[in-house]
């Protein structure tokens, strides 16, 4: 291909599970020559080769690199890309050993970026020290996981993404194995090296799963005036794309029809009497009403005798949302999800927002949801309530919650709650696209557009050269499962794809 010309060039920052899947997808979408022209990935990653490295990180992304298809030309750089700019549409990708790479698209699968502390993570760190206990700040990685005790309880506060993506090294990672049950269900077998982890957040629960099925109705989003309020406009937003799934996917479990709830309920008042008669009259069930605030505090008001008993019930809250979003018929939950991402061009960095999305729409697949749910069966994993209060003592820290009596002591205290705004990422490009607005922040990491990974900046618009996906991104975890990580990486390969094949074409080197 020497001589001819290049359909577009590409560079993809990080050469792990996520930038490897995303090289192999644009390998297999990439147009095959006809004409002369080619297609050059440059894949960028400090790491050298060897596991999880461009190389050879998954048997996939190490046939990119050594066989990519005719066609195709693939550069390793075993660097550090530092920064991204934009110079007449034509991305520039700084990296750290100096030089830049053109390209006419960019793809960050960089890991997770790391966050410096802030003083109260000092502040707990030094106290382990001087007690010889163990602190792991947010964002520990596998090397720190592995000084987690085998066999000692450890506090782990936060339920949401970061909690779930640290389940699997500290259980399969450590011999642990899941087989399946009498129904089909994932059921923990232990290795004997797990420590027993009491996780506890602001809710008390864990994020809910992602639907596994698909929209049945219409799907149209309709926006309400503010006057003022901006959580009620959006809420009301929120409703009415949830009813309107449920009166158009499944009517006969409404008694009337979408045609004539629609204006009623757009003259209604959020969250007013009115709204509540209105949705009363019209859905007979109250497992098919939407109840935001049971959905945002499921455990408010709640007490229980004991941690027994408050297992027994999560145990049950697992299940429900297990089946809830695995059930078609649920697809209303898929609505309302979808109308979360909607909002987000607007009421990112909204606290009661990006609380509820992150609860609502950025969760596990289901099958992490699961594997949890067997976790906390085989009781690795024992939930001790919502506004978990840590404090220090002399022989560790100690944890009580308002949900159930008593307190929880341990040696270790892990960090899992949401990590802070790439603004103070490590990682100099991303704290840099933050810092100009090319990139906006959903749940401490960054935004993108669902269907296919491209990159909002900060006044909502959506970037038609850059891309992000892996555990980067809101929606994003480190375990999300080979499946679910294919499916996402060939969107952005064909979005990728379909982006350079418009550029300008260039010399092939």
């Given at each position: 291909?020497?001589?001819?010309?290049?359909?577009?060039?590409?560079?993809?920052?990080?050469?792990?599970?996520?930038?490897?899947?995303?090289?192999?997808?644009?390998?297999?979408?990439?147009?095959?020559?006809?004409?002369?022209?080619?297609?050059?990935?440059?894949?960028?990653?400090?790491?050298?080769?060897?596991?999880?490295?461009?190389?050879?990180?998954?048997?996939?992304?190490?046939?990119?690199?050594?066989?990519?298809?005719?066609?195709?030309?693939?550069?390793?750089?075993?660097?550090?890309?530092?920064?991204?700019?934009?110079?007449?549409?034509?991305?520039?990708?700084?990296?750290?050993?100096?030089?830049?790479?053109?390209?006419?698209?960019?793809?960050?699968?960089?890991?997770?970026?790391?966050?410096?502390?802030?003083?109260?993570?000092?502040?707990?760190?030094?106290?382990?020290?001087?007690?010889?206990?163990?602190?792991?700040?947010?964002?520990?990685?596998?090397?720190?996981?592995?000084?987690?005790?085998?066999?000692?309880?450890?506090?782990?506060?936060?339920?949401?993404?970061?909690?779930?993506?640290?389940?699997?090294?500290?259980?399969?990672?450590?011999?642990?194995?899941?087989?399946?049950?009498?129904?089909?269900?994932?059921?923990?077998?232990?290795?004997?090296?797990?420590?027993?982890?009491?996780?506890g957040s602001r809710r008390g629960v864990p994020h809910h799963a992602r639907p596994g099925y698909r929209l049945a109705g219409e799907a149209r989003t309709r926006r309400f005036p503010c006057e003022g309020d901006a959580r009620q406009a959006t809420a009301k937003e929120l409703a009415y794309a949830y009813y309107q799934e449920l009166f158009t996917a499944h009517p006969s479990r409404t008694r009337t029809t979408w045609a004539a709830f629609e204006p009623a309920f757009a003259r209604a008042e959020p969250g007013g009497k009115e709204m509540r008669a209105l949705v009363t009259k019209s859905v007979p069930r109250f497992a098919d009403r939407l109840h935001l605030d049971r959905l945002e505090r499921p455990l408010h008001g709640m007490r229980f005798g004991d941690l027994p008993g408050l297992q027994r019930w999560m145990h049950g809250y697992l299940a429900a949302d297990l089946e809830r979003r695995a059930d078609p018929a649920f697809s209303p939950d898929l609505a309302l999800v979808r109308a979360l991402q909607d909002a987000r061009s607007r009421m990112a960095g909204d606290p009661w927002f990006d609380g509820l999305s992150g609860l609502l729409a950025d969760g596990p697949s289901l099958d992490r949801q699961a594997e949890l749910h067997a976790l906390a069966r085989a009781g690795i994993v024992t939930f001790i309530g919502a506004e978990p209060r840590v404090e220090q003592d002399d022989g560790g820290w100690r944890a009580s919650s308002p949900t159930v009596p008593g307190v929880t002591r341990a040696r270790t205290l892990m960090e899992a709650r949401p990590r802070p705004a790439p603004a103070g990422s490590a990682d100099p490009l991303i704290a840099g696209l933050f810092a100009r607005g090319e990139c906006r922040e959903a749940a401490g990491l960054l935004d993108v557009r669902p269907a296919d990974g491209r990159l909002i900046t900060g006044d909502g618009s959506v970037h038609g050269r850059r891309f992000a996906l892996g555990s980067l991104v809101a929606g994003g975890t480190a375990n999300d499962g080979p499946a679910t990580l294919l499916c996402r990486a060939d969107a952005v390969a064909r979005a990728v794809l379909s982006q350079v094949s418009r550029a300008p074409a260039h010399a092939a080197a």
């Open positions: 291909m020497r001589g001819g010309r290049a359909v577009g060039a590409i560079v993809v920052i990080g050469a792990g599970p996520a930038g490897t899947c995303v090289v192999d997808r644009i390998c297999a979408h990439a147009p095959r020559p006809g004409n002369g022209h080619a297609v050059e990935i440059h894949v960028v990653d400090s790491g050298a080769p060897g596991p999880e490295r461009a190389s050879d990180a998954a048997p996939a992304g190490g046939r990119a690199v050594h066989d990519a298809p005719r066609g195709v030309r693939v550069h390793v750089h075993h660097d550090r890309a530092v920064g991204l700019s934009e110079s007449a549409g034509r991305q520039l990708v700084r990296l750290l050993g100096g030089g830049t790479l053109g390209a006419d698209a960019v793809v960050l699968a960089q890991s997770r970026p790391g966050v410096p502390l802030g003083p109260a993570e000092r502040e707990e760190a030094l106290f382990a020290a001087r007690h010889g206990l163990l602190h792991l700040p947010s964002g520990s990685d596998q090397k720190h996981l592995e000084n987690v005790p085998a066999g000692e309880p450890v506090l782990v506060r936060g339920a949401g993404r970061a909690f779930i993506d640290l389940l699997a090294p500290l259980t399969v990672g450590r011999g642990g194995r899941f087989t399946r049950g009498r129904r089909g269900e994932p059921v923990y077998l232990p290795g004997g090296f797990e420590p027993f982890l009491y996780a």
